[in-house]
């Protein structure tokens, strides 16, 4: 609808729930199923929650009795229960163990190397191996060869596969995967179109529409794909592409698209570009394009793994060839075992999932959910901050700003147009009346109210015909008016063809958006208004909140190509709330969706804001920062041990006597464990 016209069809409410701002608590947080994918991690395969919990308790299961009746690095401990024929049981139950437990790393590793990018799947399954055959391999020797007795690590491999298993439920359960977006973006399409053969209309399905076919929409329908009308006359939101809850009319040769939301009328369209050419095909590319490069980040703990993945295969591989010339290869390979079984990442595997979960809980009770776990990195060294407007800056509703009366008093205007409008559901409507109430203007009552399709409402008040319409009705029958000049949406009250009364109707700002904007700046963030919207409104908007730099009327494609602009000067956060704003909430280096937007935005950014408090981001950034501190802290507790115990393991001290006993190594290998454990939970908002 343009800025001026006033549409009074209650048919219109109900299509207004398709719009982009759709209230529907927050809460139905699209991506967050039960059934999450850590696909976000190109090492881990795609596995859903509650496979992820069966394997964990299966394997905590059996865990216990191994632990119980296996000695610890060949030491008996307290409470070791050893009796005979026990090594065989730890063996049969190890079996169950690698079967059950080690799939999720093995899936994982296998993509890693595929991508020729070993990082921590690769670093734990290899551990996991080691650990299971070295170990059969000592049972066998052990039992049926009677040598030199060889140390197994049943102990080590069992603790290992459920600890991993652990840190990576916490994991799935912290983050939550964005890449529905595209299947929100098909829901808004029909699964059925009209199709118009001469005289006859049949339903078919979308996937089946190709160019130049005919096809009708009818009243409240969304359009199948992009086309351009032959016939017909009605309005349309067109939300989806401009982020503006505004009715666009359409008529004849107007373009209408695919998604969008037909009016009160009926229209034959001709299609011009169906499928992955249509204007939501185009956004379901963007999408998986900009998700597909976020995913491939890779993170610090994954380049960690990577350099100790290398570090233990070299110094293994050096320790069998040199500790073989000297000792044999009988105690070569010991050691060489050895070495990777310190290299087990037990600490390094929790340093980042407990940093995380903590993390999820504090957002959470501030009103901000994580859902990409990798995206919080960039968060640290955000130079800029793209923002939508409607419903992100300001309320994304409309409400009366200004009445302005032609020797006529205001607050009887306010009442006619409230009697006019009080049996409507439209939203402009509904604003008027609750706008009367404020005023406590009198309650009058309106008789033989009609719609005027296009235009607005007629009604008799006080014995009086009065109208409410748009300034194109006004114009079309050629009555005399002063056109206002605000942006928005203008109603005009006429009693007997005479204007009374003008009504501007437009969003407000949010109460939290200044101080948001000035903490913003105060951080060192550059902020930018990208808007769908006319050039006036996003500089009144802009103006209001001291914001200098402005891009306005700007196209979903536009978007990701300012983010993407941008990022050649620095790392870019996205905040929007609107379909429109999906592709650049996926493309920026992180992003934030508001709450009471659509489920496409929130399936494409990488946290959810709940709380409609702006300011609640600053904060939120400081938690990252602090979180990754933590988190650095920890891949040095982790990884330190392993970058001095393996060299050690490994007997590069030996020549002056100092080597590393693997018992002490894994003493200090529990203790980092605990060490890192805890410093997660010191975490604090």
């Known amino acids: 609808m343009p800025s001026e016209e006033h549409q009074h069809d209650d048919h219109m409410a109900d299509m207004s729930m398709n719009s982009e701002h759709q209230h529907d608590d927050g809460m139905n ?28 308790w299966w394997s905590f299961g059996v865990m216990i009795p191994i632990i119980i009746i296996t000695p610890f690095m060949g030491m008996s401990l307290p409470w070791t229960l050893t009796f005979p024929g026990s090594i065989w049981l730890t063996a049969l139950l190890s079996l169950l163990l690698y079967i059950v437990g080690t799939k999720p790393f093995f899936d994982g590793a296998k993509n890693e190397l595929k991508a020729k990018k070993p990082a921590m799947m690769s670093l734990i399954s290899m551990g996991l191996i080691v650990t299971f055959w070295y170990s059969i391999y000592a049972l066998v020797v052990n039992q049926f060869f ?20 652990l840190g990576h439920r916490i994991e799935m359960a912290a983050t939550m995967k964005a890449g529905d977006a595209t299947d929100k973006l098909r829901a808004l399409l029909p699964n059925i179109a009209h199709v ?12 089946t529409l190709t160019n130049d076919m005919v096809i009708q929409v009818l009243a409240g329908e969304a ?16 939300s989806l592409m401009t982020g503006e809850s505004k009715l666009i009319d359409k008529a004849e040769n107007s373009r209408v698209v695919g998604g969008t939301i037909n009016g009160n009328g009926s229209l034959d369209v001709r299609l011009t570009q169906v499928g992955s050419q249509s204007f939501i095909g185009q956004l379901q590319s963007a999408l998986s394009t900009s998700q597909d490069q976020k995913s491939r980040v890779e993170t610090l703990a994954d380049r960690v793994a990577a350099y100790l993945f290398w570090l233990a295969l070299i110094f293994a591989f050096a320790a069998l060839v040199i500790w073989t010339n000297i000792t044999g290869f009988g105690a070569a390979i010991n050691i060489a075992v050895t070495v990777l079984v310190i290299a087990c990442p037990h600490a390094l595997g929790l340093a980042v999932p407990l940093v995380i979960q903590r993390t999820k809980a504090i957002a959470a009770a501030q009103g901000i959910l994580i859902k990409n776990r990798k995206a919080l990195t960039a968060a640290n060294h955000l130079k800029y901050a793209l923002m939508d407007k409607t419903g992100t800056l300001t309320n994304g509703a409309f409400n009366v700003t200004r009445v302005v009366t032609h020797d006529f008093d205001e607050t009887q205007a306010i009442a006619i147009a409230s009697a006019l409008d009080s049996q409507s559901t439209h939203p402009l409507a509904k604003s008027i009346v609750a706008y009367a109430k404020t005023r406590q203007a009198p309650k009058l009552q309106a008789t033989h109210v009609e719609n005027i399709a296009g235009y607005g409402v007629s009604g008799m008040v006080n014995g009086a015909h009065y109208l409410l319409v748009s300034a194109r009705y006004l114009t079309e029958n050629n ?23 003008g009504i501007v109707q437009g969003d407000t700002i949010k109460d939290t958006a200044p101080d948001f904007i000035k903490q913003l700046i105060k951080q060192g963030i550059q902020p930018i208004l990208v808007t769908g919207d006319n050039h006036n409104a996003a500089h009144v908007v802009g103006n209001d909140l001291g914001i200098t730099d402005i891009h306005a009327q700007v196209s979903p494609q536009e978007k990701i190509d300012l983010v993407a602009e941008y990022q050649k000067r620095g790392d870019v956060m996205m905040i929007g709330d609107g379909i429109n704003d999906a592709p650049a909430l996926a493309k920026a280096n992180f992003s934030i969706a508001i709450g009471a937007g659509t ?7 990488d946290a959810v804001l709940i709380a ?36 050690l393991a490994a007997g590069i001290l030996a020549p002056i006597g100092i080597t590393l006993n693997p018992m002490v190594g894994a003493i200090v290998m529990s203790l980092s464990t605990i060490i890192v454990a805890f410093n997660a939970m010191t975490l604090k908002y």
């Not at 060889?150 to 491999?157: A, L, N, Q, Y």
């Not at 359009?223 to 067109?238: H, K, M, N, R, Y």
Request: aromatic share 8%.
């Open 223 to 238: 359009f199948p794909a992009d086309g351009t009308v032959i016939s017909g006359q009605s309005q349309v939101d067109e």
């Open 599 to 605: 489920q496409v935005a929130q399936a494409s950014a």
């Open 29 to 56: 947080m699209s991506g967050m199923s039960h059934h999450m994918h850590m696909s976000d991690d190109p090492g881990m395969a795609s596995m859903d929650m509650s496979d992820m919990k069966r394997r964990f």
């Open 196 to 207: 118009k053969h001469g005289d006859m209309v049949m339903d078919m399905p979308i996937d």
């Open 146 to 165: 009677h040598g030199d007795h060889i140390m197994d690590f049943f102990w080590e491999f069992a603790t290992l596969t459920v600890i991993m298993l």
């Open 612 to 647: 409609n408090q702006l300011p609640k981001i600053i904060n939120f950034l400081h938690l990252i920062k602090n979180a990754t501190t933590k988190q650095t802290q920890n891949l040095w507790w982790g990884a330190g041990y392993n970058i001095i115990a393996i060299p």
């Open 479 to 501: 009555i005399i008016f002063t056109p206002l000049d605000d942006n928005g949406s203008i109603s005009y009250l006429l009693e007997h063809q005479h204007v009374i009364a």
